[in-house]
Structures are given as structure tokens and as C-alpha cells.
């Protein structure tokens, strides 16, 4: 990290940023790129900026998408507790036929995982687990087209997270099975259900949270018991229709059935 590009980047600058990214949340709108510097813009400010967003917005964290960095890269998002959807049905407040969303487990957090000096291992995660539930990522961004912006643009406005279906709490799943393969069937009226050999992208469902648990509690913050954490797709992104039941088959481990609604035109 550039030491001297976060001190040359002023804090109205990232202020700024975060409001422009609250403004195009709360009107559905979309920003060709973030008010800044790109040359001035690190991980570190993106994730500064993404972390103001929530409090501008006056957000509560009610879990978080992360997977392991990778290089120049932090995969690292809140995602915001009126953001997540426990119910059949995920309102998207916008006109589309289809909606993208990544089939992906959700771990829940049962104690509070506090920021410390110590590191978090992986048997202080698996303890903290109290659940696991299906779950669907729903993507979106606020930009007009996400491949002109750089991944620090991306990474401030949460890495392409619009929300989270969370389904039932999967069957004979526990922290201590979390599975690298798994199955995924999207099936939907009228058409062939369409399967996939599905497998988590870090080979490894819990090495993600250890990394998070770490990344965050170096800044200060906590991971809360009820939070949900989700570490990465089992089945890619896929494009699904709106305005009709789908139903997402996960293995052995259940069903997640979710309507998407519109808005109409």
C-alpha cells in the first residue's frame, strides 16, 4: 500500500465520494465514476470511502460478502441489515426482466467476534458459527458500466452486493462441514432445469471469514453475533427472470424458492 497516496488523498475527498454513492443508492441512479483521483485512489481510500457509505446512509451491517485477496485486490463488503430478505419474495424497486445472483452459503454468526491484537484462527471461527444458511447474492452496482472503473471504485461501493436472500438454515450442514462442492439447480417454469457441479472458488468455505475476522478487526471493527457472512459463489453469477417463482436446489442441503418483484413500467 502507498503510505504517501493516502495522505495526499484529503478527507473531502472521500467524503464526497461516499456521498455521490449514497445519492445514487437512494435514487436508483448510476454514476459514470467516482468525483476523484484514480491516481490517488488505493485499496485502503476505497475501502475508507465504501466503510463512510454506511454511515452517511445511516446503515446497519447486518453481515458481510468476503472471499481471500487476491493480488491488488480486497474482497471485502458490508451488506446492509434492510438489504437482506427473509422472506420468498425480493423487491427490487426497479423496471428488469431479469436480476443476476450467486447461489452461496451463509454463515451465522453466533458470538461476537470483537476487534483485538490477537488473530482470529480457524477454530475461533468454526466456534462462532451458530448456523448455516442458504442464501443468493443478489449483484448490481451503481455505475453505468462497472468494467470502466477501476477495482478501488468497485471496492468502494461495496463489490457489485445489492442484497441477500436468506433462506433456510441448511440440512445436515454445520460450521464443521461446510462443503467445497455442492450441486446447484435453478429450476423455473417453462424451461429445462439447468444444473450445475458447483464448487467454492477459495476451495475452502472458512479460510475467507478467518481472513475478514483479521482484515477488520486490524481497523477496529467487529464482527457482531447475528451478522451473516457469505464467502463466495457455488455457481457463478446467473442471470434469472424476474416476476415468476424460481427455485434454487442446493445439493443435499435444500431448496431456497424466491420470487424477484418489479416495479411496473
Same mark, same amino acid.
Given at each position: 500500500?502507498?503510505?504517501?497516496?493516502?495522505?495526499?488523498?484529503?478527507?473531502?475527498?472521500?467524503?464526497?465520494?461516499?456521498?455521490?454513492?449514497?445519492?445514487?443508492?437512494?435514487?436508483?441512479?448510476?454514476?459514470?465514476?467516482?468525483?476523484?483521483?484514480?491516481?490517488?485512489?488505493?485499496?485502503?481510500?476505497?475501502?475508507?470511502?465504501?466503510?463512510?457509505?454506511?454511515?452517511?446512509?445511516?446503515?446497519?451491517?447486518?453481515?458481510?460478502? $468476503?472471499? /481471500?485477496?487476491?493480488?491488488?485486490?480486497?474482497?471485502? !463488503? &458490508?451488506?446492509? *441489515?434492510? %438489504? #437482506?430478505? +427473509? @422472506?420468498?419474495?425480493?423487491?427490487?424497486?426497479?423496471?428488469?426482466?431479469?436480476?443476476?445472483?450467486?447461489?452461496?452459503?451463509? $454463515?451465522? /454468526?453466533?458470538?461476537?467476534?470483537?476487534?483485538?491484537? !490477537? &488473530?482470529?484462527? *480457524?477454530? %475461533? #471461527?468454526? +466456534? @462462532?458459527?451458530?448456523?448455516?444458511?442458504?442464501?443468493?447474492?443478489?449483484?448490481?452496482?451503481?455505475?453505468?458500466?462497472?468494467?470502466?472503473?477501476?477495482?478501488?471504485?468497485?471496492?468502494?461501493?461495496?463489490?457489485?452486493?445489492?442484497?441477500?436472500?436468506?433462506?433456510?438454515?441448511?440440512?445436515?450442514?454445520?460450521?464443521?462441514?461446510?462443503?467445497?462442492?455442492?450441486?446447484?439447480?435453478?429450476?423455473?417454469?417453462?424451461?429445462?432445469?439447468?444444473?450445475?457441479?458447483?464448487?467454492?472458488?477459495?476451495?475452502?468455505?472458512?479460510?475467507?471469514?478467518?481472513?475478514?475476522?483479521?482484515?477488520?478487526?486490524?481497523?477496529?471493527?467487529?464482527?457482531?453475533?447475528?451478522?451473516?457472512?457469505?464467502?463466495?459463489?457455488?455457481?457463478?453469477?446467473?442471470?434469472?427472470?424476474?416476476?415468476?417463482?424460481?427455485?434454487?436446489?442446493?445439493?443435499?442441503?435444500?431448496?431456497?424458492?424466491?420470487?424477484?418483484?418489479?416495479?411496473?413500467?
Amino acid at each position: 500500500m502507498d503510505q504517501s497516496a493516502v495522505a495526499d488523498m484529503p478527507e473531502a475527498s472521500i467524503a464526497h465520494a461516499a456521498a455521490e454513492l449514497v445519492r445514487a443508492r437512494q435514487t436508483n441512479s448510476r454514476l459514470d465514476a467516482l468525483p476523484c483521483d484514480d491516481g490517488l485512489l488505493n485499496l485502503e481510500q476505497g475501502f475508507q470511502i465504501q466503510q463512510q457509505v454506511g454511515v452517511l446512509a445511516g446503515k446497519q451491517v447486518g453481515g458481510w460478502k $468476503c472471499a /481471500l485477496p487476491k493480488p491488488g485486490k480486497w474482497i471485502v !463488503a &458490508p451488506i446492509y *441489515a434492510d %438489504d #437482506i430478505v +427473509r @422472506s420468498h419474495q425480493y423487491p427490487l424497486n426497479v423496471t428488469t426482466a431479469t436480476v443476476r445472483i450467486e447461489p452461496e452459503l451463509a $454463515c451465522v /454468526l453466533g458470538a461476537d467476534l470483537p476487534a483485538r491484537s !490477537a &488473530p482470529y484462527t *480457524a477454530e %475461533d #471461527i468454526l +466456534r @462462532s458459527i451458530s448456523e448455516v444458511r442458504l442464501a443468493l447474492e443478489v449483484i448490481d452496482c451503481r455505475y453505468t458500466d462497472p468494467h470502466k472503473v477501476t477495482f478501488e471504485q468497485l471496492l468502494a461501493d461495496g463489490l457489485f452486493n445489492h442484497g441477500l436472500v436468506l433462506g433456510p438454515q441448511a440440512i445436515s450442514l454445520s460450521s464443521s462441514n461446510l462443503p467445497v462442492s455442492l450441486d446447484v439447480t435453478l429450476s423455473h417454469p417453462g424451461v429445462e432445469p439447468l444444473r450445475i457441479a458447483g464448487a467454492h472458488p477459495d476451495h475452502d468455505p472458512v479460510s475467507p471469514i478467518v481472513w475478514l475476522a483479521n482484515f477488520l478487526s486490524a481497523r477496529g471493527i467487529d464482527l457482531q453475533a447475528g451478522q451473516v457472512v457469505i464467502t463466495g459463489s457455488y455457481a457463478g453469477v446467473l442471470q434469472v427472470p424476474t416476476q415468476q417463482p424460481l427455485d434454487i436446489q442446493f445439493g443435499e442441503a435444500g431448496s431456497l424458492p424466491v420470487f424477484f418483484s418489479t416495479l411496473e413500467e
